[in-house]
């Protein structure tokens, strides 16, 4: 194995060795106070983003990890599956983070504005906006069905393919390419640019509160940075993501390298790997209960700290 592979599965590795009992913890620290009272709306949309974060780490970090140290399982159809999965999973996860950066931001109101009711709204109907998310974004990511192929079968592509590795999509035209391309963008483009505008309105109304001495809750405002955080954060790795995707499209012919994808899928990745961290600093109760949740785990040897 060359230094290239190796770099590349230990990378992959460490994002699963991090995310995925982070994103346990948080989900089991959400159910254990789920267990003894109802959960806010916010939290509601907590515990949704890290099951998703936590199946798109299983899902692809570990298929990378696999693809690295050239252990290639996948025929035609777990590729559609798999690719399928991952871009159901990393959309649901973006638009999760724009859902609770407009309900923080809604959060700030005070009793009785227009805002106010909205949230309400917004609160009482998280089960609807859920389900038509899990449905848009599962619809908007059908072209893995139609085009995955597996990385064995690469004598049949079109210049038109996309290398992701253990897989390739290989589109039949440029047209098809270059569309299903422009939807994915935009489908990343527009709640970055809504949660962008959240988050600079969340900090306005902030601002506001202080300044005339209604500041509220020290909890409030952690979590109202906490969110701003993951907003920002978001905004980093999930942009480099586009730009590398964008690029990726201007290639007239398929990429013999998968590095382009790599570097995508990692830094996707990096914000389903590194979101817990921040959930668990901006929410004390959350805090205790995860701390708690990764003693257990590693009293049962489910963590090895030499990782």
């Given at each position: 194995?060359?230094?290239?592979?190796?770099?590349?599965?230990?990378?992959?590795?460490?994002?699963?060795?991090?995310g995925v009992p982070g994103n346990i913890a948080v989900i089991s620290a959400f159910l254990s106070l789920a267990y003894q009272e109802r959960l806010s709306p916010a939290d509601a949309i907590v515990l949704h983003l890290a099951i998703v974060n936590l199946a798109n780490l299983s899902v692809r970090c570990v298929l990378e990890v696999l693809a690295s140290f050239s252990v290639y399982v996948f025929d035609d159809s777990s590729c559609k599956a798999v690719i399928f999965l991952?871009?159901?999973?990393?959309?649901?996860?973006?638009?999760?983070?724009?859902?609770?950066?407009?309900?923080?931001?809604?959060?700030?109101?005070?009793?009785?504005?227009?805002?106010?009711?909205?949230?309400?709204?917004?609160?009482?109907?998280?089960?609807?906006?859920?389900?038509?998310?899990?449905?848009?974004?599962?619809?908007?990511?059908?072209?893995?069905?139609?085009?995955?192929?597996?990385?064995?079968?690469?004598?049949?592509?079109?210049?038109?393919?996309?290398?992701?590795?253990?897989?390739?999509?290989?589109?039949?035209?440029?047209?098809?390419?270059?569309?299903?391309?422009?939807?994915?963008?935009?489908?990343?483009?527009?709640?970055?640019?809504?949660?962008?505008?959240?988050?600079?309105?969340?900090?306005?109304?902030?601002?506001?509160?202080?300044?005339?001495?209604?500041?509220?809750?020290?909890?409030?405002?952690?979590?109202?940075?906490?969110?701003?955080?993951?907003?920002?954060?978001?905004?980093?790795?999930?942009?480099?993501?586009?730009?590398?995707?964008?690029?990726?499209?201007?290639?007239?012919?398929?990429?013999?390298?998968?590095?382009?994808?790599?570097?995508?899928?990692?830094?996707?990745?990096?914000?389903?790997?590194?979101?817990?961290?921040?959930?668990?600093?901006?929410?004390?109760?959350?805090?205790?209960?995860?701390?708690?949740?990764?003693?257990?785990?590693?009293?049962?040897?489910?963590?090895?700290?030499?990782?």
């Amino acid at each position: 194995m060359d230094a290239s592979a190796l770099t590349r599965g230990l990378l992959f590795l460490s994002l699963a060795v991090t995310g995925v009992p982070g994103n346990i913890a948080v989900i089991s620290a959400f159910l254990s106070l789920a267990y003894q009272e109802r959960l806010s709306p916010a939290d509601a949309i907590v515990l949704h983003l890290a099951i998703v974060n936590l199946a798109n780490l299983s899902v692809r970090c570990v298929l990378e990890v696999l693809a690295s140290f050239s252990v290639y399982v996948f025929d035609d159809s777990s590729c559609k599956a798999v690719i399928f999965l991952y871009r159901t999973f990393r959309s649901l996860s973006i638009w999760l983070t724009f859902v609770l950066s407009a309900y923080q931001c809604l959060s700030v109101s005070p009793p009785g504005s227009r805002r106010a009711s909205a949230r309400a709204l917004l609160g009482r109907s998280l089960c609807v906006v859920f389900l038509a998310l899990w449905l848009i974004n599962a619809s908007m990511s059908a072209a893995p069905l139609l085009f995955a192929v597996a990385a064995r079968n690469d004598s049949k592509l079109s210049p038109n393919a996309i290398n992701v590795e253990f897989c390739f999509l290989n589109f039949p035209s440029r047209l098809a390419r270059d569309a299903n391309g422009a939807a994915q963008v935009g489908r990343d483009v527009v709640p970055m640019a809504l949660m962008a505008g959240a988050s600079v309105l969340l900090l306005v109304f902030l601002r506001r509160r202080q300044a005339t001495a209604r500041s509220g809750s020290l909890a409030e405002r952690r979590a109202a940075l906490g969110v701003i955080t993951l907003v920002s954060l978001y905004l980093l790795f999930y942009g480099v993501d586009n730009g590398l995707w964008v690029y990726t499209l201007s290639v007239p012919q398929t990429i013999g390298s998968s590095l382009i994808s790599d570097l995508r899928i990692f830094f996707s990745s990096l914000y389903a790997a590194v979101s817990p961290i921040i959930i668990i600093v901006s929410n004390t109760r959350v805090s205790r209960r995860a701390g708690d949740a990764l003693r257990r785990c590693q009293r049962h040897g489910h963590i090895d700290h030499r990782t």
